[in-house]
């Protein structure tokens, strides 16, 4: 008899690619499918640590890992950069001039912060006075400039969104004001946050609770500002329609784009995010290309939150899909985010495709602990703990008991 | 949303001005909107955008982003700009009648 396995490919073995190896290992007969990831490097960083690095909250050992103990047995892991994916073919092509066939493919190579993009960054005071956070060298080049900033203008800025974790930005400059306060800096220092959008956050009602922790704060914010270069020579950023904004350390999140194997392959959009529906995350283009994790153009934060809630779904679906069957399970865009706001507290933010952030208690409804649109000490102790979480639980596949689906439970409709 | 008349068509708007049906919208709509925010008249260079708009909203379902713009019309930002001065996303997307665009999650 011959039996013909079946091959499945993942690319990517961040948090999306891990967990859905994991899960997925577990519900394939070995006999009928194999399951390959592939990724460039060996390394696996928890990057909402990469926030806290700067200011001494995590030691960049705690988030740094091996990625090959989180990929469970039974998982074949080839290292090596992607050249391209022929999609009318079902292969993906390495550099080396390795071919990988597949049956049905799965993308989850994320989100780049790209520096090159802006004129100006990569300048000799890349990682100096032109700080950023969105790479582990980035955030321990800052804590170590950071150590040496005696006051001055400390300029946040965004560059264009989306951006992997979009609440980043505010919780570092939230951080940053606590900090300077516990050095007996804040009052020599004038705190600036610079966006493109016209207020501090992309949801309306979030907008403005976490614009009032701002001001609350006494942190000058610059609206609309999209911005056309970094003059390192005169420490100012000029904007499309010039105007000026100068610092003395400058922390910019770069412009984020997917995977440029994903632009070779003609597979992405303008920022090489991959078109998918959004509620089942299969390509537009390609019945048996799936999307997960930040690598896909789907109209919510990218975010770990959103991979995990997004795996659950597409696993369902996945074992559906592969039998012939229509899919049945829709992921409807949920995301939560811890927002660190200082002194000890954080705010929890929850919301879908349709919902608006909302206040109210999470994860059980009235009790909480932890307050949905609130500044807490449980939120906080949340956001901490959840590092142990990713490595033990998530990563791994194992239930974390937190529904995929929003619930409207315990939750104040705004 | 209020009910308000725009070169003789009566139309729906929210609370920024945003036409609230990108239907509502017609070619001799677009120099009104346009006069509303202080670009007069339409140049040729506008009008490429605005029909880029138009198609690309009809075809994606919503509204291009700065970026999208500029790559798909080949046209630099720093031009946008200068066409729709201030806040080009915006701007373009209410003289074309639709949805300014989502500022992303």
Redesign the interface.
Known sequence: MTTSTKKLVVLGAGTAGTMVVNKLRRELDSSEWTITVVDKDDIHDYQPGYLFIPFGMNTPEQIRKRKRPFIGEGVDIVMGEIDRVDAPANQVHLQDGTVLDYDQLVIATGTTPRPDQTEGTLGPQFHKEVGEFYTYDGAVALRDQLERFTGGRLVVHITELPIKCPVAPLEFTFLADDWLRRRGLREKTELVFVTPLDGAFTKPVASKTLGGVLEEKGITVEPDFMIERIDQDRKVIVSFDEREVAYDQLVTIPLNMGADYVARSGLGDELNYVPVDKHTLQSDAYDNIFVLGDASNIPTSKAGSVAHFSVDVFVENFMQHISGLPMTHSFDGHANCFVESGHGKALLLDFNYDTEPLTGHFPLPKVGPMKLLGESRANHLGKLAFRHIYWNALLPGRPLGLPSEMSMSGKNPA | MTATTIAGHQVDINDEGFLTNPDDWSEDLAPELAKLIGIEPLTDDHWKLIRFLRDDYAAQGETP????VS??TGTP??A??GLF???PAKKMSYVSGLPKP????
């Open positions: 982003t700065l970026r999208r790559t798909q930002v720093k946008l700009f001065p201030g806040k989502k500022g992303c999650v």
